[in-house]
């Protein structure tokens, strides 16, 4: 339990974009949605800001609103409340005022386990609308560098990106995330949030820097998920500073495309692959994070088809396409039967 003496939190993502957390409940458990953000936090007080973000019971402004949804959805031009929400024993409320506007006004609030999806659920995407905003397209991939080129590896949740950059470390190139990161003119931004830990990223860089307390949380965690039959799986956060140095920004080479494969034999294949086909992948990939945006905005969309949360997938390919060019290099990495990532990174290296 942590007691907050400042409400206020600033963060600024690479100069970008500016938002602000105001914590209206003192005492928080599950801190994981700061130590998410850490990276960005500034002791500034800022005043051009892209989002504020209201933590705590608030009144939703309804009136005159559409309700969609037996009550769960309020929508209106450019507004959007979600009455509940709830994943795996967490429950949360948000509203979204002003979302085409400078500045986007959003308040959430969320029972004691809601504290740690609102992060995934709620608050990255808007973040990533934000950025699309200013044409500086989120990207679901990790990245690694060297030599001021930078290469990065884009695949669904749990497809190997975290491993395979971190596995890279040991060959000497540099760290610039493992999540996200920006794209803007062929030119990659770190997005340093906190690691997600489970048993299956756990490269021996991490296991050299993890507390024993990390180590046995992380044990019990997976011992929970068997126990629940993959329900109750739960990640342990690390700033990936412990691990290595975050390279702010590298000029982008290669993109390389991780997918698993069927066929039960080990094998990893790499194929170069033409530049839509890997964007539309990379596309996909992103789109898949926000499951539960994309079902809002489908219900937005039938009342507002013409705003730009009704386009914003089609606005967001265009802004791939727009700032990945033709030059540069598009793989496919097929990976059948459980691999060891430092065998599927010397694969990859060899195009490096």
């Known amino acids: 339990m942590i007691i907050l003496n400042d409400n206020k939190q600033f963060f600024s993502i690479q100069n970008k974009i500016n938002f602000v957390i105001n914590e209206k409940n003192k005492f928080k458990i599950f801190d994981t949605l700061y130590k998410h953000y850490e990276n960005f936090k500034t002791p500034d007080k800022l005043s051009d800001l892209d989002l504020i973000f209201n933590l705590g019971k608030f009144t939703p402004k309804t009136e005159g609103k559409y309700v969609v949804g037996y009550g769960k959805y309020y929508i209106g031009s450019d507004y959007l409340y979600v009455a509940n929400e709830s994943y795996k024993g967490a429950n949360w409320s948000f509203e979204i005022l002003g979302i085409e506007d400078k500045t986007t006004i959003v308040n959430i609030d969320f029972n004691t386990y809601g504290r740690i999806f609102i992060t995934g659920h709620v608050i990255d995407f808007l973040i990533h609308l934000k950025l699309l905003q200013k044409d500086n397209p989120i990207i679901h991939a990790s990245g690694i560098s060297k030599k001021e080129s930078c290469t990065i590896f884009s695949a669904r949740g749990g497809g190997g990106k975290t491993s395979i950059a971190l596995e890279s470390l040991?060959?000497?190139?540099?760290?610039?995330?493992?999540?996200?990161?920006?794209?803007?003119?062929?030119?990659?931004?770190?997005?340093?949030?906190?690691?997600?830990?489970?048993?299956?990223?756990?490269?021996?860089?991490?296991?050299?820097?993890?507390?024993?307390?990390?180590?046995?949380?992380?044990?019990?965690?997976?011992?929970?998920?068997?126990?629940?039959?993959?329900?109750?799986?739960?990640?342990?956060?690390?700033?990936?500073?412990?691990?290595t140095e975050v390279i702010p920004k590298s000029n982008l080479q290669n993109v390389f495309i991780l997918q698993p494969n069927v066929d039960k034999e080990k094998k990893i294949i790499v194929n170069e692959i033409d530049r839509e086909i890997a964007l539309k992948k990379i596309y996909y990939n992103q789109m898949l994070e926000f499951t539960y945006f994309n079902q809002y905005m489908a219900i937005y969309s039938y009342l507002f088809p013409e705003k730009n949360l009704s386009k914003h997938w089609d606005m967001y390919f265009n802004a791939l396409k727009k700032n990945i060019s033709e030059n540069i290099n598009f793989y496919e990495v097929s990976i059948s039967g459980k691999q060891n990532f430092d065998e599927i990174f010397h694969k990859i290296n060899d195009y490096l």
């Open 170 to 243: 040991n060959q000497g190139y540099g760290f610039l995330g493992d999540n996200y990161l920006i794209v803007n003119q062929d030119e990659i931004f770190s997005f340093p949030t906190s690691l997600s830990l489970f048993t299956y990223n756990l490269a021996d860089i991490i296991l050299k820097k993890l507390k024993t307390k990390e180590k046995v949380s992380i044990s019990l965690k997976n011992l929970l998920y068997k126990i629940s039959n993959g329900y109750a799986k739960f990640f342990t956060k690390i700033n990936p500073f412990r691990i």
